[in-house]
């Protein structure tokens, strides 16, 4: 198996089967493995001479830890007509509507995420209307934090991360995972506030971590927060 290379099979699960992804890496010393909590996935890192067969057999070993996370999964929160999603905290009902004159594909309306056009695509509609408004609303207070540190935003995108909540880099871009859009407004303000500090320490320091706690005191908290409600938040749409 060459390094580097990732190879998807499957994996008896309760039954029937789960997606098991092999991740050999040059650097890896042991293996390891990880619930995809977002692909609904086994992901097994390898070290470069460990065979497939031998990862198996750790895998097996294993069993009972990696059923029981499995079995612990939230459960998935699909894009659909009457589905209700969190957006800053605030329950809302994906709504199917008709065409509407001087309305866009989706927008919010008392509580609700209206989408219109063709029911095969108001998944992906509510999708894209949701990662349009938490950049929106990622860049909005990134701005106004930035300015608190005397800095400016060079730019702010949103992906769909799975391990990283946000990034930035040297030029100034912000990058953040579009998800935290179902995260109260505490969470949200405590990544960026995150985000912006690297502005000024591009680091892991003492000042760096200083500044995080000025811009949110209450950072270690939210972080917490993250952490328990991961798997909850990779699990919507």
């Known amino acids: 198996m060459p390094d580097g290379s990732s190879i998807l099979i499957t994996w008896p699960h309760r039954g029937g089967e789960v997606a098991l992804r092999l991740k050999p890496h040059p650097r890896a010393r042991r293996l390891a493995v990880r619930i995809d909590a977002a692909g609904e996935a086994v992901e097994l890192t390898m070290p470069r001479r460990c065979s497939r067969a031998e990862a198996l057999r750790f895998l097996e070993d294993n069993r009972l830890w990696v059923e029981k996370r499995l079995d612990a999964l939230p459960p998935r929160i699909v894009f659909a007509d009457g589905a209700e999603i969190p957006v800053m905290d605030v329950i809302h009902r994906i709504r199917h509507v008709g065409k509407i004159r001087g309305k866009g594909p989706a927008w919010i309306d008392a509580g609700e995420i209206c989408v219109t056009g063709d029911p095969a695509f108001l998944a992906r509609r509510a999708r894209d209307f949701l990662r349009a408004l938490a950049k929106e609303e990622f860049q909005r207070r990134a701005i106004a934090m930035a300015a608190l540190v005397e800095r400016e935003v060079s730019r702010v995108t949103v992906r769909d991360t799975t391990s990283r909540w946000g990034s930035c880099a040297h030029n ?25 500090a690297h502005l000024v320490h591009m680091n892991h320091g003492v000042r760096f971590w200083q500044l995080v706690e000025r811009l949110d005191p209450d950072a270690k908290a939210h972080k917490l927060w993250l952490n328990r409600n991961r798997a909850r938040l990779l699990r919507i749409g």
């Open 172 to 196: 100034g871009n912000l990058s953040f995972c579009w998800r935290l859009i179902f995260t109260p407004d505490g969470i949200i303000d405590s990544v960026v506030a995150h985000e912006v």
